[in-house]
């Protein structure tokens, strides 16, 4: 293979491909962990864009010849690849809006600590929940789904193909409202226990005023919150199982309305 066929062909094509798997790398939960070195996720996506390039060499793919319509063109590229990670991304951050609300309703949502995934200050109960919901992500092989998606995009939307005329903001934040009901419903348990417990020592006050119904309270809340939470493990994965289970309808959906448009 002559230089000149690496530069006409492969090379325009690797490129697009490797923007569009940094879009991915950069945003995807797991492979864009803040752990993972920034020279591994770099890896990565060049070795996704290698694997992907042959598959798209007979589309006879060439870049725009002026520099704004090259910087749209990768630009459009990279949004693709990101849209695919911050539509997995919002199911984790609505799985750690459930903890710190949990947390909360518990009475230990100050003191929080540097989450080492997200590089950000988050409570002991949203860091259990983390690690319960990336271990059953990978349980139920969502790391594949999201590398099925990112191949699947090359058929539905192909690159050099992409608008910004769409709606697929629209479905995304449609995602996003999704996430906010699955963190509401796996806080359901810790608050519908928090409620009874309050309801208890309320009525507690009222038969016994002598008690100090705060301090009570207080080792109560934890008690319960973290009895209740332990026993509700089982189900709460159960419930992001079935989550995730769901994302390879919802991201062909996506890839389906990236074709009229992001």
Known sequence: MTLEVILGRWAPTFLLLLVRC??????????SGAT???VMRAGLAGGLALVLTPLMMDRGLRLPSDGLGLMVTLLGE????AVLGLAVRFLFAGISMAGDVAA????VGLPAALNPLSMIQSTSVSNLIDQIAILTFLAVGGHH??????AQSLTLAPPLSVKFDGGTMEYLVGMFQAALVLAIRLAAPVGAAMLVSMVALGILARVAPQLNVFMLAFALSI?????V?????????????HSFL????????????MRHGL
């Open 36 to 38: 993972v070195p920034a």
């Open 223 to 227: 008690g319960v919150g973290v009895l």
């Open 22 to 31: 940094s879009g991915v790398a950069a945003f995807a939960p797991v492979f």
């Open 104 to 107: 909360v309703q518990m009475g």
């Open 78 to 81: 990279l949004a693709i690849g």
């Open 246 to 257: 769901e994302l390879p309808a919802n991201l062909t959906s996506l890839l389906g309305r």
């Open 145 to 150: 789904t999201v590398l099925a998606a990112l």
């Open 229 to 241: 939470l332990l026993a509700a493990l089982p189900v709460l994965s159960a419930v992001m199982s």
